[in-house]
Nanobody, 119 residues
Framework: QVQLVESGGGLVQAGGSLRLSCAASGSILSINVMGWYRQVPGKQRDMVATITSGGTTTYADSVKGRFTISRDNAKNTVYLQMNSLKPEDTAVYYC?????????????WGQGTQVTVSS
């Protein structure tokens, strides 16, 4: 019922920029958090950035100052502007939606999009 459609991944040189987009459709509740996570083979999936429906943001230390998360509530879309990219940023990036009505919670994931940063 809920789908997350991602776009914007690809190959970029170190120091370059990419902009990821994730559009959520379906039963989106007013209380929610959207975010981006990334994962490389053999390692855990880590939080990159999150943003609440009220606009409060959180960033991983490794990306703070380089990445910016934003959202358009009217479109239920979250963006991740990635600047000054490093090879260490190479990973599969996943869009996440945490949906809540105050008592029940639902978590949804996008399909993942590959981001590759070359030296």
């Amino acid at each position: 019922q809920v789908q997350l459609v991602e776009s914007g991944g690809g190959l970029v040189q170190a120091g370059g920029s990419l902009r990821l987009s994730c559009a959520a459709s379906g039963s989106i509740l007013s209380i929610n958090v959207m975010g981006w996570y990334r994962q490389v083979p053999g390692k855990q999936r880590d939080m990159v950035a999150t943003i609440t429906s009220g606009g409060t943001t959180t960033y991983a230390d490794s990306v703070k100052g380089r990445f910016t998360i934003s959202r358009d509530n009217a479109k239920n879309t979250v963006y991740l502007q990635m600047n000054s990219l490093k090879p260490e940023d190479t990973a599969v990036y996943y869009c996440n939606l945490f949906n809540s009505n105050g008592n029940s919670h639902w978590v949804h994931w996008g399909q993942g999009t590959q981001v590759t940063v070359s030296s």
